[in-house]
């Protein structure tokens, strides 16, 4: 049963850092693409960033982009997110999931599979 | 950018009764690449539908996507106590994805 569980949330000022950590389980974790995404308070989720299986393709949204990285350590079966130049906007749950495909070769269809239960970053002075 | 915009933003209905729900991308999209998702209080985004049709695992019968182009539909056939949550719909874009704003269905 795939299993996440994200950590390294809290509250941290406007400019600071915090690095937040997804340990997968129940799965083969270096065979799979995965995602963070982010939920503000009462909005709906924001797609963040992208790292596939062996972690040398990365995607951002533009929102995190240049103050957000994605790392993955396959041997560990754990997913980074290191935050830089917090702003209070960035205050959300943040989630981690797994990229997924069912089908065959002569079509594959790919989705945002399974969630972790995600970890509250608040950003305030 | 693709921007989805999610209709109605809020959907009141009772226990036994039919769910549509909408989903218009701003421009043409394969329907390969739509989602949709269900998230009930303090939980996490639950996958039900990929393909913009294709039941997710475990999903009950009674869900169901439909589309194509840039309209989608979300169909809840009769509505079950335990359905009443937020629906998100989402696309992927090969290297951005892009959410929905959601649609709440409640009592």
């Known amino acids: 049963q795939v299993h996440l569980v994200e950590s390294g949330g809290g509250v941290v000022q406007p400019g600071g850092s915090l690095r937040l950590s997804c340990a997968a389980s129940?799965?083969?974790?270096?065979?799979?693409?995965m995602h963070w995404v982010r939920q503000a308070p009462d909005k709906g989720p924001e797609w963040l960033t992208f790292i596939e299986n062996h972690g040398g393709v990365q995607y951002y949204a533009d929102s995190v982009k240049g103050r957000f990285i994605v790392s993955r350590d396959n041997s560990k079966s754990t997913l980074y997110l290191q935050m830089y130049s917090l702003r209070p906007e960035d205050t959300a749950v943040y989630y981690c999931a797994t990229w997924n495909r069912s089908g065959s070769s002569a079509l594959y269809y790919y989705y945002i599979d399974v969630w972790g239960k995600g970890t509250t970053v608040t950003v305030s002075s | 950018e693709i921007v989805l915009t999610q209709s109605p933003g809020t959907l009141s209905l009772s226990p036994g009764e039919r769910a549509s729900l909408s989903c218009r991308a701003s421009?043409?999209?394969?329907?390969?690449?739509l989602t949709w998702y269900q998230q009930r209080p303090g939980q996490a985004p639950r996958l039900l539908i990929y393909g913009a049709a294709r039941r997710a695992t475990g999903i009950p019968d009674r869900f169901s996507g439909s589309g194509s182009g840039t309209d989608f539909a979300l169909t809840i056939s009769r509505l079950e106590p335990e359905d009443f949550a937020v629906y998100f719909c989402l696309h992927n874009g090969g290297s951005l994805w892009t959410f929905g704003q959601g649609t709440k269905v409640e009592i």
């Open positions: 421009q043409s999209v394969s329907s390969d690449f």
């Open positions: 129940g799965f083969t974790f270096s065979r799979f693409g």
